[in-house]
């Protein structure tokens, strides 16, 4: 499977997975990270085109983020969280390239084609992980971020929120 041919997500998604025998298990272990608590900034990681994002690719960027943070601020320091699912089914059409192959298969006739991933179709601007953390490791959690950039395709963006403090 190569990424480059299901980064475009073209016409509708296919998520119906009851009639799918063999689907895919998700690769994306959690979804935050980090301790929850009373922080300052959200440093957030934001994708710069329309396209699918693979599972595996996202629990990457994830995995990168997070390792990168805790070594930097502990394990209490942070607090992590992805902000996209992937519902969508890819399916492939796998045709075999050898001799005496054409006895084999149909090729394109009824070719729905078997499960092999999961992907999140995000659009432009969308924000696809977030970090809390506290005014001294927003530094820390920018760098986290671009380290994680590497397993994203395109191009994605960091932007730094400051996060209000509720009055009481």
Known sequence: MH????????GQPYTRKKYIKGKPQIKIAKFEGGQKGDYDFSVQLLI???MQLTHMAIESTRLTANKTL???TG????FSKLRIYPHV???????????????????MRRAFGKAV???ARVKRGQCIMELQ???EHVEAAQNALKLACVKL????TIRVVPLTKKKN
Do not use: F, H
């Not at 990424?3 to 073209?10: A, F, L, M, W």
């Open 3 to 10: 990424g480059e041919c299901y980064r475009k997500g073209n």
């Open 48 to 50: 710069n085109e329309k």
């Open 70 to 72: 805790e070594k930097a």
């Open 75 to 78: 394990e209490s320091g942070y």
């Open 89 to 107: 089914l890819l399916r492939e059409n796998k045709m075999i390239a050898a001799a005496g192959a054409d006895r084999l298969q149909e090729g």
């Open 117 to 119: 991933s999961l992907a």
């Open 133 to 135: 953390v506290k005014k």
């Open 153 to 156: 395709p395109g191009t994605p």
